[in-house]
């Protein structure tokens, strides 16, 4: 039973929209990609689904990678049957009015711009109240590729993809406006065929960790959605070698136990681990992982 | 109808002291400043004026431009019929509790410091307690200009300053020490004649956006004087080409989506915007965007 | 009079074991540290006894001062009749689940893993809930020497630790899940033989400063161990010459006014004193200044 039925807009109720595989195909350096809005239960907690306003029915969104100098071709089709939606990626040079711009319930609509700089982008709807969409469970991450790729990339051993998000009462701007969040929850999403793919919910990278050797380098992709809260993101049991900020190969810490992410802001982060063992990956803004900020590595031997 | 006229102080009731604007004066590297502190309604909403703290009788205060290794002689008449006020400068080596003293009511008094540092640097006043001058309004920025310049410098086209502020319950303390912004607000200041010049009051880049053509590398001084609040600062529909932490050419970034700024923090972004349109500028902790901390940039063709 | 005696948990009621120094000795590269934790009051204001859950009796807990490389053997005295504790030091690579292990009342435990990045790292108890022993007490400084030093290390005159933490209602997990910190505050730990070594207590840095003389270049080691809050540290009357992020050489800033702690957060910051007077130290969050997060530092003539 949804506690929060009664809080479900009119024209959402009863509406539950399978999700939709992400689109994506490349032509040389043009890339096109489809992505659906649409209305969709995601299950925050067991037996608590939130009537999420999603990206093809994921929440955070599908991940999306492309190579630094693509030029994306994005189309957008709106299934929300009542209320407009659209595209904000922050990988890109658009002019937000016409190329970030609503497409109306039922209908879709194709963007074009390129991805100039890599790195770990958010991607979210624009729609107004930002706010609304983006807590609702409108918001995702981009990856572009350096075409010179990372100075460590030889080093990496296990690649994996983190976003944090924030969760507040259902669909209540009040809420989300002033008061703190329900949940800050933790997802990942599969690079490559096979690794996990999960929606920002309670447990779901405690049930089923991520994994790694003993000796592993291992790379995380993280973004920092937010809608509202900063992140300060740390893995227990070791140190991140090699951090690149937003990622950008030019922005490159050495030696870091935490990483500030500014809200919307992405990073790379690089770190060994040594043993056997589980090590939690946490924001050590700890009242966040009381509402669910925690996720595992399993480390086992080769 | 000013709403909180029953929580301003008897000595402030009916004061509304016409904003007198800054003194400069410049002879080799000796910088004589004159600012004042008074009292000053300003309208944050329409119909809702502020009997502000001011300096200068605007909030933030007036932009102060210097350049690196100037000796500044700051003169602070405090206008103010009951209130000390004072100033302190973060660009400036100084002993604070001399150089950054109380000037009593209804008198003036002369301090000399250096500005060894460039960057983009608050200011406010320094007495206690601080958090009700600062959140009361008075807050600034003050610019120190690099001797080397930046190495971006030619390739710069426009040049604007943002300040964010936030805003509490008129005078309330506790609100201030305890709550949560009521609003939350961009500004921007002229850096030279003819550039727009504003309060921190909902709208203001709203209404009359700042102005860029297709193509141009736009440079923004940006700072967040707080109170209380870090920021992750923003401009949609770009990405941030060159970053430099609180100003200084050796805090050098690249491709950044978001800057975050601890409080009191300031950084210089360059970012290029390549169509005609309007593009935000946001802190992406978007609960305060519901606030007001939105701006606009009107990019028109050449 | 305890007023939260009501909120201390039965078998704690009435404890108050006496702080009993840390010991470290060395034997080469290998550094044999031995650490309690126990139950011990701290006096958050005058009168107002917190029973702290603390590593020695100190909260927060003794400063571990090692070398890059060094192996740790941590042994770990569980002096706390009814509670299970543990050590998470952010400084080492380790198996959390193995090394970090509880160590049951009354028991002790040693483990031991390797210093292998230079740095300012935060330590603290890793049981489970993280938050309630973090917002307790249990959290400290552990630093690591660099190899190679620090470029600027021979420029350096006087050497201090600052440590920001935050405390909530007597062990009230839902406050410190959801509420505001009571307290904010700065506390010192002395890095040789006649430095003050303080709790973060209100006061305890107004009362007897920082020393320093005029000219002096002061390093500071800054950690913000939380456990919910960021930290935007600052020092009034100067400008951070130069700045480590987590205390490692690689990661050198230039200028800055203010530093940006995440949660868990270290830096080392260095600047000089050119006047005789008193310095205040902040985190430019006013918010927390009204809480206490304020200390000085005190220059006189040579
Ligand atoms: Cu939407
Ligand atoms: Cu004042
Ligand atoms: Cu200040
Ligand atoms: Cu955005
Ligand atoms: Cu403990
Ligand atoms: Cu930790
Ligand atoms: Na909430
Ligand atoms: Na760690
Ligand atoms: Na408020
Ligand atoms: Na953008
Ligand atoms: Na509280
Ligand atoms: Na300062
Ligand atoms: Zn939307
Ligand atoms: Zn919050
Ligand atoms: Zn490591
Ligand atoms: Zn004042
Ligand atoms: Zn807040
Ligand atoms: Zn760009
Ligand atoms: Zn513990
Ligand atoms: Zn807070
Ligand atoms: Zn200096």
Same mark, same amino acid.
């Given at each position: 039973? !949804?506690?929060?039925?009664? !809080?479900?807009?009119?024209?959402?109720?009863?509406?539950?929209?399978?999700?939709?595989?992400?689109?994506?195909?490349?032509?040389?350096?043009?890339?096109?990609?489809?992505?659906?809005? #649409?209305?969709?239960?995601?299950?925050?907690?067991?037996?608590?689904?939130?009537?999420?306003?999603?990206?093809?029915?994921?929440?955070?969104?599908?991940?999306?990678?492309?190579?630094?100098?693509?030029?994306?071709?994005?189309?957008?089709?709106?299934?929300?049957?009542?209320?407009?939606? %659209?595209?904000?990626?922050?990988?890109?040079?658009?002019?937000?009015?016409?190329?970030?711009?609503?497409?109306?319930?039922?209908?879709?609509?194709?963007?074009?711009?390129?991805?100039?700089?890599?790195?770990?982008?958010?991607?979210?709807?624009?729609?107004?109240?930002?706010?609304?969409?983006?807590?609702?469970?409108?918001?995702?991450?981009?990856?572009?590729?350096?075409?010179?790729?990372?100075?460590?990339?030889?080093?990496?051993?296990? +690649?994996?993809?983190?976003?944090?998000?924030?969760?507040?009462?259902?669909?209540?701007?009040?809420?989300?406006?002033?008061?703190?969040?329900?949940?800050?929850?933790?997802?990942?999403?599969?690079? +490559?065929?096979?690794?996990?793919?999960?929606?920002?919910?309670?447990? %779901?990278?405690?049930? +089923?960790?991520?994994?790694?050797?003993? @000796?592993?380098?291992?790379?995380?992709?993280?973004?920092?959605?937010?809608?509202?809260?900063? %992140?300060?993101?740390?893995?227990? @049991?070791?140190?991140?070698?090699?951090?690149?900020?937003?990622?950008?190969?030019?922005?490159?810490?050495?030696?870091?136990?935490?990483?500030?992410?500014?809200?919307?802001?992405?990073?790379?982060? +690089?770190?060994?681990?040594?043993? !056997?063992?589980?090590?939690?990956?946490?924001?050590? #803004?700890?009242?966040?992982? #009381?509402?669910?900020?925690?996720?595992?590595?399993?480390?086992?031997?080769?």
């Amino acid at each position: 039973a !949804e506690e929060s039925e009664s !809080e479900v807009i009119k024209p959402h109720q009863g509406i539950n929209q399978e999700p939709i595989p992400l689109q994506i195909k490349r032509d040389g350096t043009d890339v096109y990609v489809e992505m659906t809005s #649409q209305i969709t239960d995601i299950e925050i907690q067991k037996d608590k689904p939130y009537k999420a306003w999603t990206f093809n029915g994921e929440a955070p969104g599908p991940l999306v990678v492309v190579n630094e100098g693509d030029t994306i071709h994005f189309t957008l089709k709106n299934m929300d049957p009542s209320i407009p939606h %659209s595209m904000d990626f922050h990988a890109v040079h658009a002019a937000p009015n016409k190329k970030f711009a609503d497409v109306m319930p039922n209908e879709e609509d194709t963007f074009t711009y390129q991805a100039s700089y890599p790195g770990v982008f958010m991607y979210h709807c624009g729609t107004a109240p930002v706010l609304s969409h983006i807590a609702n469970g409108m918001h995702g991450t981009i990856i572009v590729k350096p075409a010179d790729g990372y100075p460590t990339d030889n080093e990496v051993d296990k +690649e994996y993809v983190i976003i944090q998000n924030e969760w507040y009462k259902y669909n209540d701007l009040d809420d989300m406006t002033n008061g703190e969040p329900s949940q800050v929850v933790f997802s990942t999403k599969a690079l +490559e065929q096979g690794q996990p793919n999960t929606n920002g919910v309670l447990n %779901s990278l405690k049930d +089923e960790p991520l994994l790694a050797k003993v @000796g592993d380098k291992v790379r995380l992709y993280v973004n920092n959605v937010g809608p509202n809260e900063v %992140s300060s993101f740390h893995v227990v @049991g070791t140190v991140f070698d090699d951090v690149y900020i937003d990622g950008n190969p030019a922005n490159h810490m050495k030696g870091l136990q935490t990483v500030m992410l500014p809200t919307s802001g992405g990073a790379i982060v +690089e770190f060994t681990l040594k043993e !056997e063992g589980m090590y939690p990956m946490v924001t050590h #803004q700890f009242n966040h992982v #009381q509402k669910g900020a925690v996720g595992f590595i399993k480390v086992t031997a080769d």
